[in-house]
């Protein structure tokens, strides 16, 4: 039932969203929810760009590996740079290192290749403290087991990955019980004491400016993370050009330059482009300049609130309205009949609302991962579908009520007068249902407002684009800056339907 619903709406959407996958466009590059994963997208779409321009474009903070790796296999990004170790472990699962060889050889019959070593080991680690470590005489990852009462902050996706704290655990007998945090939100956290040890990838610009201290595997659980690029086989032969750029810069990023671009754009304020541009420009032999000027003509990366407020205001506004219409549309369009008929056949009401609720408490971010191998295709189309779903069960109810509300002294009236039962729905029914049925589709929109903001995790735009920079940043005015147009909208969405429920008011009584 859930999966016919989905397809059905998905043929309403197909029409409204244009597909991802069409002949002729540019390589795709993809990237992932953090700093570094941004930075490197970002240096190979402008380095292919540099060696033909209008060769590739960036679909930024796409979501964890999982998401990435389904749309890298539905053809809706070419490329994204990815490690070693999370391909082998989370990716093929393999319980421990696997040669590169044998790594490529299970790709290739996926259609998939890697390739083009960039350089640099990211590798997990655990972190806390300096002053904390010293006082408890922690030095290596084995010594956690003495102080099974230390709070464990995790990002979620090393909670949940195979070469992440579930094998960690076992290998260390640890008996801590991690709280799932952002990673970005995870360094507050351990600032302010609320957590005493956390993740992180040992290229963090921010473990040396905190004083961390990064424990020692003893017992080398953790593999090599080597970053390169995992990408379609067919993608060198279709953009020959932007693959031979990249693959110039195949160990051109050591582990102090990969610190040097993070903290660029963490401590110093500079765009994931500026810090592109400036690694481009300065080659792999100036790694201390990634901090230092910005580069001539890119202006500064806005600093104050106004500025990010401002920043592509317009084209992103366009984004999230254009997510927020369709959806509501295509959710109405689909819940006014599933009310309808859940009134008109009392066996069917429970089912239906049933179903409408079930679907409303799936998680967001869980249904646009269901979706991604299901439509093929990340982007818009999965992004309308879970918006639409998620837009449902308020429509349905309030269909429902309104025409339970209907006294049923005018439907024998209707009757006596002759009419049919198509007529006394359509000309007494549904005008007296239609205030109920409007105010859910009011709660609906705003409710979407919203929810829209999730589309930016798989690549649809629109102000959540923001939130997930800011996430990734641990900027608060970059999380302002995606919530506040937001909330306005949300304001905006209300008003307009309270006009429209007061013009159907006015006209009622005339």
Not at 244 to 255: D, P, T
């Amino acid at each position: 039932m859930l999966l016919k619903l989905l397809r059905t709406l998905a043929a309403i959407l197909l029409i409204a969203a244009t597909p991802l996958t069409q002949a002729g466009q540019p390589l795709q590059v993809g990237s992932k929810r953090f700093t570094e994963s941004y930075v490197l997208g970002e240096i190979l779409t402008a380095a292919a760009n540099a060696a033909q321009a209008g060769q590739a474009v960036h679909r930024r903070g796409l979501g964890n590996t999982a998401i990435l790796f389904e749309a890298l296999k539905a053809g809706s990004i070419d490329v994204y740079p990815e490690y070693l170790g999370t391909i082998s472990q989370e990716i093929l699962r393999h319980a421990g290192p696997v040669p590169l060889e044998q790594v490529r050889h299970e790709l290739a019959a996926l259609g998939l290749g890697a390739d083009v070593p960039l350089g640099f080991n990211n590798s997990y680690a655990l972190a806390m403290p300096e002053d904390q470590a010293q006082k408890l005489g922690i030095v290596r990852l084995s010594d956690l087991a003495r102080h099974p009462m230390l709070r464990l902050g995790l990002s979620h996706e090393f909670i949940g990955r195979a070469d992440g704290w579930p094998g960690l655990a076992r290998r260390y007998r640890l008996a801590n019980q991690p709280r799932s945090l952002d990673h970005g939100i995870a360094y507050d956290a351990l600032a302010a004491r609320q957590i005493d040890v956390m993740d992180i990838y040992t290229t963090d610009a921010r473990i040396e400016r905190m004083g961390l201290r990064v424990l020692e595997d003893d017992l080398g659980y953790f593999p090599r993370y080597d970053a390169m690029l995992l990408y379609r086989l067919d993608a060198p032969g279709r953009f020959p050009v932007a693959w031979r750029a990249l693959q110039r810069l195949e160990g051109s990023i050591s582990q102090q330059r990969m610190i040097a671009l993070n903290a660029a754009v963490e401590l110093e304020g500079r765009s994931f482009a500026q810090a592109a541009e400036g690694f481009l420009r300065d080659g792999p032999a100036h790694p201390a300049k990634d901090s230092g000027a910005r580069p001539a003509g890119a202006g500064a990366a806005p600093s104050g609130l106004q500025a990010k407020l401002l920043d592509r205001l317009l084209p992103l506004t366009g984004q999230h309205l254009f997510l927020v219409l369709v959806s509501v549309a295509a959710a109405t369009a689909t819940g006014v009949p599933l009310g309808l008929a859940a009134s008109l056949v009392p066996g069917l009401r429970q089912p239906v609302l049933g179903l409408a609720g079930v679907l409303q408490t799936i998680p967001s971010l869980a249904l646009l991962a269901m979706l991604i191998p299901l439509l093929g295709a990340i982007g818009t189309r999965p992004a309308l579908i879970a918006l639409s779903v998620y837009a449902l069960l308020p429509i349905v109810r309030n269909t429902c009520a309104g025409l339970a509300q209907v006294p049923n002294g005018l439907r024998q009236a209707a009757q006596a007068l002759g009419m049919r039962r198509a007529d006394i729905l359509l000309l007494v029914e549904l005008p007296l249902a239609w205030p109920l049925i409007l105010a859910g589709v009011k709660t609906a929109a705003v409710m979407t407002v919203g929810t829209a903001t999730i589309a930016a995790f798989i690549g649809a735009g629109g102000y959540g684009e923001r939130i997930a920079v800011g996430l990734a940043l641990n900027d608060n005015q970059m999380l302002l800056a995606g919530a506040i147009p937001s909330a306005l909208l949300a304001l905006v969405t209300q008003g307009l339907f309270e006009l429209a429920e007061r013009a159907l008011r006015r006209r009622g009584n005339s």
